[in-house]
């Protein structure tokens, strides 16, 4: 008995210095552990955000091809599909608009104050005051990302996943893991194709499908790629970047992206997916 309670005390102390020094928590709402990156305090830079709220709170859910409303949310991906990034619920809101933390729909998803839907997490304890506080200051300071040395440069798709199955998309989101020089991204480097209904792709009915892209972030770059008719029949369709050839996408110092991730640089990259007819 006498142990039982001291068990409970304990429990309690350690639950009250953390929300009093704004350590992270976990699902059950104890601090987080070392490990996984974090430094089991919360600070305002993203790599701590990632590593103390995001990761051990979040990707329960916002995590893989069936993510809600396309936001994932684990490490490598998050950021690209959060700073610039349009909310699915609330269009005309940013999920995080660099420097206007109440603005961001990210924000008042963890306050309880969105339009639409549920606090987040969802079914779970809300956010400590304090944690959400260094989510906001982290925006307000314009929302950079941490700094990595990643070489040589790859991209990846933050949405939709290599090879899934979709109803319906909005833009397809690519991330780089360091800025490359995008001034090339346009003509000629960055081709999207649908297979004319065959699903075979490189056959000789491939359709181009005519695309915009919009820069989201510089470091690391991050683009999304939207069709510009805005609709996206259902199709196999593969995206292809290229990091060869007479044109390729660099890095700042002009070496070409590792398009097909061996590590060393060059080779295109490729995602295929495919968009079914809604139901
Ligand atoms: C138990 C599953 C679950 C957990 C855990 C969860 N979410 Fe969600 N999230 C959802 C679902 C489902 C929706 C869509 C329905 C809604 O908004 O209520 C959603 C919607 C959102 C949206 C709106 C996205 C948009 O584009 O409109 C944001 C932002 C969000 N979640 C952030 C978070 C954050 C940050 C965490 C962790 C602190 C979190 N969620 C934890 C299930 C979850």
Redesign the pocket.
Known sequence: MGTRTLVVCAACIVLAGCAGNGEGLDENGRPVEEGGGGSGVLTADFASIQAN??TP??T???TGAAA????R?DEGVSYALLVNAP????PGLL?VAPGDPSSS??IQ??EGT?Q???R?????AP?PQETIAVIRQWIAEGAQSSPQSTFPTSLRAAWPMQGAVLDGLSSIVVTADAEIDTTVLTAGTLVLMRSGGDGVLGSEDDIEVPAEIELRSLSPTVFAIRARAGEWPADVYALQISGGGPLAVTDLRAVAIDGDADGIPGGDYVLTFEVEESR
Do not use: D, N, W
């Not at 909310?87 to 609330?90: H, I, K, N, R």
């Not at 987040?120 to 779970?124: A, I, Q, T």
């Open positions: 709220v995001f709170i979040c329960g859910c916002h809600p409303l396309g936001l949310l909310s699915t619920e609330v999920r729909y990210l998803k963890l969105a639409v839907g549920a987040m997490p969802l079914g779970g956010l």
